[in-house]
């Protein structure tokens, strides 16, 4: 893809640099349950700096690609931006009710928190919900303009943010309700998200893609012997 010369290669570098530094944040708090077992949850800040620092990467990857697919044009249509605001308004809402009115006790918690846990603990949420409505939105809505080689790629790495928006969802639900474990449902969709980043990346590599064609073309489909 021309490296950082194109849309593309800029949009799968800057996911794939923000799945490397979500990783780095993964291995800091590995390294945190280790030293500390009693701990489920560690509160080290400087494991929210790798995990936050991602979603400006995550978002910037996703219009590049968008760019470099023809998606934005989606955009362009009056549907599409009454979807945006739709959508967000969505998202947004079950976010706050869940995470504010359900699992802390409501508009208190703003006066009792503080402002750094108030951004840490709706940054994720906020983050997610914007790159889950800019994937839904722009490429949903331009699908028929999406290439063949694009589809499937771009459908793996969607999933990827829908599985993200639950796993942190559900963590900060679970974290504050003081139910969550290492291993319990929001680590499964962690898992999940780094898998499909994984896949769908791969899977907009052009090395990867001319074996795939290479392979299929020395196995072709046998011709029925001639009677």
Do not use: H
């Not at 490296?3 to 800091?28: P, R, T």
């Not at 219009?63 to 362009?76: C, D, E, N, P, V």
């Not at 928190?113 to 709706?122: E, R, S």
């Not at 499909?196 to 011709?223: E, H, W, Y």
């Amino acid at each position: 893809w021309n490296w950082l010369k194109s849309n593309v290669g800029q949009g799968i570098f800057s996911i794939s640099l923000g799945v490397i530094i979500w990783g780095i944040g993964q291995g800091i708090w590995t390294y945190y349950v280790i030293s500390n077992p009693g701990e489920e949850a560690p509160t080290s800040r400087l494991i929210d700096l790798f995990y936050m620092t991602s979603i400006p990467l995550w978002i910037y990857g996703i219009l590049r690609l968008s760019k470099a697919t023809g998606a934005r044009y989606g955009l362009k249509k009056p549907i599409a931006k009454i979807s945006v605001v739709v959508t967000s308004v969505i998202l947004l809402a079950i976010s706050y009710y869940l995470l504010v009115e359900v699992a802390r006790g409501g508009s208190t918690y703003f006066t009792d928190a503080t402002p750094m846990d108030v951004f840490i603990d709706l940054g994720y949420a906020a983050g997610d919900a914007i790159n889950l409505i800019l994937v839904v939105v722009i490429f949903g809505l331009s699908w028929k303009l999406l290439g063949g080689m694009f589809r499937k790629p771009i459908l793996v790495i969607l999933f990827s943010f829908v599985s993200i928006y639950l796993a942190d969802t559900f963590y900060s639900y679970r974290n504050a309700q003081e139910i969550y474990y290492n291993g319990d449902i929001s680590d499964l969709f962690y898992l999940l998200t780094i898998a499909c980043f994984g896949i769908g990346l791969s899977m907009l590599d052009p090395v990867t893609r001319k074996a795939t064609v290479q392979a299929k073309s020395s196995n072709p489909a046998a011709v029925p012997a001639a009677e």
